[in-house]
């Protein structure tokens, strides 16, 4: 089976022991036989959507495509992955709650805000929180928090929600 994926799930596909693939930013048909990508993408082939954004979401993740790989990974195997990344160790499958309300401008952004534990309210908020692409649209002047999107930060997951938990940690 070949398999194609996006840059930014390149990393799950490695981690999950897959040695032979492709990568395209836009995986088309004829390309591959199955495409792994972001779960808001769209391709007119086969294909496995998966998230990245939280530190549970890389885990699966990683589980779902080693499986299809055939060489499906041990939970002690994948959590090895998580060695050098305090924050998502911290988070992978956290039940924090903190009384901290916050507004969240993106779908892909609640994910990540729920794990650090924060309040998601439309109403009453101590912060607003919005990914770069949306600044623009963002209506309120004060206690705003910017969080870097897929573009532009690094397309290593872990790296990637290291970023994210640490910005949304410097709020409690």
Not at 15 to 37: H, M, R, S, T
Not at 146 to 164: G, M, T
């Amino acid at each position: 089976m070949k398999i194609v994926t996006t840059p930014m799930c390149e990393e799950i596909v490695r981690l999950a022991g897959i040695k032979d693939y492709a990568v395209n930013k836009f995986p088309q048909k004829g390309e591959g036989d199955l495409a792994v990508l972001l779960s808001e993408s769209r391709v007119e082939m086969d294909a496995i959507q998966i998230k990245i954004n939280t530190s549970t979401q890389i885990f699966e993740s990683i589980k779902k495509i080693s499986g299809l790989a055939g060489n499906e990974q041990s939970d002690e195997e994948i959590l090895s992955y998580f060695d050098d990344y305090e924050l998502c160790m911290k988070y992978l499958n956290s039940d924090f709650k903190r009384d901290v309300n916050v507004k969240v401008y993106s779908e892909f952004l609640k994910d990540i805000v729920s794990d650090v534990g924060f309040n998601i309210v439309t109403d009453g908020f101590d912060y607003v929180i919005y990914p770069d692409y949306l600044k623009d649209n963002v209506i309120e002047t004060e206690n705003t928090v910017e969080i870097p999107s897929h573009n532009s930060v690094s397309k290593n997951p872990f790296d990637k929600a290291e970023l994210r938990y640490g910005i949304l940690e410097n709020l409690i």
